[in-house]
């Protein structure tokens, strides 16, 4: 049995590591994406091996289910067209490599492999080990750690205020962005207008936002 | 029982957590893209709750401190990634002297 | 199923904390209902909330108190902070409530973040627990990358916002790092837990590297925060970016929280390893100082100029941090209290002259050259008056709040043993000097560059005049501020 865990903690091991080179080198900045995805998904079953069920969930739901959506959301907004062929890394990437290949072999490994852990004597045979699980987290945040919960709730209330605030702004200043309905609307309007329709230049539709405002509720 | 405390020592998962770190570390450095930089801090963040909850279950697996822990830096990990995308779109945008069409064929 | 009983909550140790924090909440709400055209409403209201929380705070003088299971303390230190972070506040809105308008950015949302801003202040004032203080960091941090993007007409704006969320989330990924590695090698993440752990048992070298390693981490990620040398890089261009009141704000509010936090974790955490971290930070205070005074000397557009000058200045608060630390209580005390009476001085002497920016600043241009404060006696005497006091403030000439806090902070050093340091740091504040009092000749002496003509609004004249006036009162009177800090050291060592 115990092999088997060892066996699956190395599997895992692997897939946490090897997604995240890929997702730190990969030149398609979707592709480290879909990497980041895929090592999320590693440190999700290591939760569960380490028998933290609820923050395995959590890691799945939050990383896996929210962070990277919306990551993904800004890569195809913002993508432009030709950025696959730009150089995705800063020409001087190999300096940024010696800062965390010392840092991981000068102070991390040392200390953690020379440091004596003076971990508890293990549970008498027979008996399971005292685990705290959703329980006993739930509890703690209504008990100990009822500040930090509510510091994390202001947290996320002025997160979402922050990026509403930053991402809709008004729209009279800066000329916005058609939907799509909108936009079908505007070129059928404009081809009944000018008959041997041309497809309609994109500038064309850029420059009358009266029109595009008018049919917006 | 079987039980990782006793199949994989701590050390193994401690250098683990710190080798994402510095992967991590190496993407948030090494990125010209802004959310190639965001998706390194992604990864030091999640070696962070590694190390959190590999203390938890190893040293004291009856007190929630590493957990609950953990869990606040998912939600800090998830505040900043929203203001943060949130910000990129909004400087795509004004770079762009927006191109309705364009933005909104990537949609549709 | 077990009932859940929330423990008793002593309201006293949160009760600043909540009014900022639930008038924020209600202000939010409050703000639909208000038309566009008076959105200035919610800025006056927003005033009145600080100026509720800072009354708030005055029976609580003399209170010593935890609550939240330890993890919130009001002691003297935190109160006093407290009251500077609401007065830093309520000058930073007064200057935004005409900038705002003029500059085409105003919406309500930005005061209700302001306040939230200084909810996390003080957050990391009262924090006792190495979570409050992840928590307070990362919540006053996410608001100022909003704030500091809230310039939207200016790309610069937006992109500095950027640019300071990256470094901060970075700097952030540092810091939970370090506590996580403290929490592993203490087994606790209460800040006087560690200390008492750490004074307890006598460390192996391992445990030590090991507990060094997290400390150091959390003071790579403080060090981001404060703009401290060598990672400062960002400070000038997002000081730059941001909205002028938001820099003010960014170059006060949040450099004074960080170095409150900073100064509480190594004092009351870390204080039996001073003779490892005194000399790294004293290195660290030496080079802040070089970059940030070398880097001001050169420069001919004012608002990087006081970017430089405000990364200068934390190497001086951290010379009062690390003889904060000093093991002979003498030199400690000295720490403590220079720390608080420079924080002080500074936060009314930097305001002051982001003020005089904000007053020259027109609508869509920049008014940040040199040139453009020449001849500002002639032009408009009062806002030259004001200026100057605060550039002999920054340059810590007498007779100006800045003198006292320079004075406080170099007897500090040197009752801590660190003379050489000293004689550094004098030597550069003289050369510093310098640069400042080219602002100064520039106004008095050079002809104007150009007329131009100068709006000016009544709250911003009131910030202005109470922002300068604290730098003279500061100068001229410094026994209460000195009485008030000389209280506070109990607080923070005991």
Redesign the interface.
């Known amino acids: 049995m115990n092999t088997l865990i060892t066996v699956l903690f190395l599997i895992f091991a692997a897939i946490i590591l090897a997604s995240a080179i890929m997702t730190v080198t990969v030149k398609n900045i979707v592709h480290a994406a879909l990497w980041l995805i895929s090592s999320f998904f590693g440190v999700g079953a290591l939760y569960l091996l380490m028998e933290a069920e609820f923050l395995g969930v959590a890691q799945v739901l939050i990383y896996v289910g929210a962070v990277s959506i919306l990551i993904l959301f800004a890569i195809m907004l913002t993508r432009d067209l030709e950025g696959s062929q730009n150089r995705q890394l800063t020409p001087r990437w190999w300096i940024a490599l010696i800062v965390p290949a010392a840092l991981f072999s000068l102070l991390i490994v040392p200390t953690v492999m020379t440091h004596a852990w003076q971990l508890p004597p293990p549970p008498p045979a027979g008996q399971p080990p005292a685990i705290s699980g959703a329980q006993q987290i739930g509890a703690a945040f209504m008990r100990e750690y009822l500040l930090p919960f509510e510091v994390a709730a202001i947290l996320l209330t002025v997160a979402m205020i922050g990026a509403i605030v930053v991402a809709f702004e008004e729209r009279e200043r800066r000329r916005r962005v058609l939907t799509l309905a909108e936009q079908v609307r505007l070129r059928q309007r404009q081809q009944q207008r000018q008959q041997p329709a041309p497809r309609p230049e994109p500038a064309a539709t850029a420059v009358q936002p009266s029109e595009a405002t008018g049919s917006e509720t | 029982?079987?039980?990782?405390?006793?199949?994989?020592p701590?050390?193994?998962?401690?250098?683990?957590a710190?080798?994402?770190?510095?992967?991590?570390?190496?993407?948030?450095?090494?990125?010209?893209?802004?959310?190639?930089?965001?998706?390194?801090?992604?990864?030091?963040?999640?070696?962070?709750?590694?190390?959190?909850?590999?203390?938890?279950?190893?040293?004291?697996?009856?007190?929630?401190?590493?957990?609950?822990?953990?869990?606040?830096?998912?939600?800090?990990?998830?505040?900043?990634?929203?203001?943060?995308?949130?910000?990129?779109?909004?400087?795509?945008?004004?770079?762009q002297?927006?191109?309705?069409?364009?933005?909104?064929s990537?949609?549709? | 199923m077990t009932e859940i009983i929330i423990p008793p909550i002593d309201w006293r140790v949160a009760a600043q904390l909540s009014i900022i924090f639930g008038w924020a909440s209600v202000l939010l709400v409050i703000a639909l209902f208000v038309p566009r055209s008076r959105t200035r409403i919610i800025g006056y209201l927003a005033i009145v909330g600080v100026i509720v929380a800072a009354v708030a705070g005055i029976p609580l003088w003399g209170v010593n108190a935890e609550t939240f299971s330890g993890m919130l303390r009001l002691d003297a230190y935190s109160l006093t902070l407290n009251w500077l972070f609401l007065a830093s506040t309520a000058i930073t809105i007064a200057l935004s409530l005409d900038y705002l308008p003029r500059q085409g950015i105003e919406r309500s949302e930005y005061y209700v973040l302001v306040l939230f801003a200084t909810g996390g202040m003080m957050l990391l004032a009262q924090g006792a627990d190495l979570i409050i203080l992840f928590l307070g960091l990362e919540l006053l941090s996410i608001v100022l990358y909003v704030l500091t993007g809230f310039a939207y007409p200016r790309i610069a704006s937006e992109e500095a916002g950027m640019k300071y969320l990256l470094i901060g989330a970075f700097a952030g990924g540092f810091v939970v790092f370090g506590i996580a590695l403290l929490y592993g090698a203490t087994g606790s993440m209460n800040l006087r837990a560690i200390g008492e752990t750490l004074a307890r048992q006598a460390l192996t070298p391992e445990e030590r590297t090991y507990l060094l390693a997290g400390a150091a981490l959390v003071v790579v990620g403080f060090g981001y925060k404060v703009a401290m040398a060598p990672f400062h890089m960002w400070a000038p261009d997002v000081y730059e970016g941001a909205p002028t009141p938001v820099t003010g704000l960014l170059s006060v509010g949040s450099k004074a929280a960080g170095f409150a936090s900073l100064l509480r974790f190594l004092v009351e955490a870390l204080a039996g390893e001073w003779q490892i971290w005194a000399p790294v930070l004293a290195a660290l205070a030496i080079a802040t100082l070089a970059v940030g005074n070398i880097g001001a000397l050169t420069q001919q557009n004012v608002k990087r100029m006081l970017a430089y000058s405000s990364i200068g200045h934390a190497g001086y608060i951290l010379f009062g941090v690390i003889a904060a630390g000093a093991t002979d209580g003498v030199a400690g005390q000295r720490g403590v209290e220079s720390v608080l009476l420079y924080l002080i001085a500074y936060t009314f002497t930097n305001l002051g002259a982001f003020g005089v920016l904000i007053a020259l600043e027109q609508r869509g241009e920049a008014a940040w050259d040199m040139g453009d404060l020449a001849g500002l006696w002639n032009r408009r005497p009062w806002l030259a008056i004001a200026m100057a006091v605060c550039m002999l403030s920054l340059a810590g000439i007498p007779p100006t709040g800045g003198f006292w806090g320079k004075l406080y902070v170099f007897t500090a050093a040197w009752l801590a043993g660190m003379g050489w340091i000293t004689v550094i740091g004098v030597i550069i504040a003289a050369v510093a000097a310098f640069y400042y009092l080219r602002i100064v000749a520039q106004m008095f002496m050079a002809e104007p560059a150009r007329e131009a003509p100068l709006p000016m609004d009544r709250a911003l004249r009131v910030g202005l005049t109470l922002a300068t006036l604290g730098v003279l009162i500061l100068g001229f009177i410094p026994t209460p501020a000195i009485d008030l800090v000389q209280r506070v050291v109990l607080g923070v060592r005991g």
């Open positions: 029982m079987p039980s990782i405390t006793e199949a994989v701590l050390p193994w998962v401690l250098t683990l710190g080798a994402l770190f510095c992967v991590g570390l190496f993407g948030a450095l090494s990125r010209r893209n802004t959310v190639g930089i965001l998706l390194g801090i992604e990864l030091m963040l999640n070696a962070v709750n590694i190390n959190l909850v590999a203390f938890w279950r190893y040293l004291e697996p009856n007190v929630v401190a590493g957990q609950t822990f953990a869990l606040f830096v998912i939600t800090v990990a998830a505040a900043e990634a929203a203001v943060g995308l949130a910000m990129i779109i909004a400087i795509y945008r004004a770079r002297t927006v191109n309705a069409d364009e933005v909104d990537l949609r549709g």
